[in-house]
């Protein structure tokens, strides 16, 4: 069955990112909320890509759409901008990565 | 300002209908690599359209922009697979995705006259 378990997934993902993001939004700036989703989302697939509830969860959990517009709203802002694009890069490679080591 | 039970739902159903349709693009596309390009590109797109060329209302935003788009785009599998790439070809992905994204922000959005 993968169906149900991506579903799932996806179902928690998105409105976690959503009430997150959300939270986070009200306090700060910088988007923060979107990033620590896309880490976190990374992390966890890096440990594991293989389970269909983690697939839909990351997939929906992350995102690169969000992250854009921000980015694209905020070009003005170089600064700024310039720091959420490295760490986004930079967080969610290495997340990945220490994720894929824990799990070997 | 608060979080309600409709909001969370509706991000819920729209990340899962875009989850869905992310699940089958990729498969139909010819590489992993490609298929999150298209995705993540076709999904700034949408988010882009629906957030500056038509009017509507928070919740439809919530569906469309927070759900569908948020839930259609990946940045877990393009990390993935910027972290499977050498350093050099990673950073070329990268700022690949980054310009073509803003591009098409750039095109989506209505010009403002001066």
Same mark, same amino acid.
């Given at each position: ?8 997934? $996806? ?7 959503? $009430? ?14 979107? @990033?620590? $989703?896309?880490? *976190? ?27 854009? *517009? ?6 003005? #802002?170089?600064?700024?901008?310039? *720091?959420?694009?490295? @760490?986004?890069?930079? @967080?969610? *490679?290495? $997340?990945?990565?220490?994720? #894929?080591? @824990?799990?070997? | ?18 989850? /869905?349709?992310? %699940? ?5 596309? +010819? ?12 999904? &700034?797109?949408?988010?882009?359209? &629906?957030?500056?060329?038509? !009017?509507?209302? =928070?919740?439809?935003?919530?569906? %469309? =922009? ?20 050498? +350093? ?13 994204? /803003? /591009? =098409?922000?750039?095109?989506? !959005? +209505?010009? &403002? !006259?001066?």
């Amino acid at each position: 069955m993968r169906l149900l378990p991506f579903i799932l997934g $996806a179902g928690i993902g998105a409105p976690l990112r959503y $009430a997150i993001d959300k939270f986070l939004r009200a306090k700060y700036v910088f988007p923060v909320g979107i @990033l620590i $989703a896309n880490v *976190i989302g990374s992390f966890i697939l890096g440990y594991n890509n293989t389970n269909y509830f983690i697939m839909g969860f990351c997939g929906a959990f992350t995102t690169w759409s969000a992250f854009m *517009i921000d980015v694209d709203r905020e070009l003005a #802002f170089r600064r700024r901008t310039a *720091i959420n694009i490295a @760490l986004t890069f930079g @967080l969610s *490679i290495a $997340a990945v990565a220490a994720g #894929f080591a @824990l799990a070997s | 300002m608060g979080i309600t039970l409709i909001d969370l739902l509706l991000v819920a159903l729209g990340g899962i209908f875009g989850s /869905l349709v992310r %699940w089958q693009c990729i498969e139909a596309l +010819p590489s992993m690599g490609l298929g999150v390009f298209i995705v993540n590109q076709a999904g &700034v797109f949408i988010a882009g359209f &629906v957030a500056y060329r038509i !009017k509507t209302s =928070i919740r439809q935003r919530l569906f %469309w =922009i927070t759900g569908f788009a948020g839930g259609f785009t990946t940045l877990s599998s393009f990390a993935y697979l910027l972290h499977e790439s050498t +350093p050099v070809s990673g950073i070329f992905q990268a700022a690949e995705s980054l310009l073509v994204s /803003l /591009l =098409i922000l750039k095109l989506v !959005k +209505p010009r &403002v !006259k001066s």
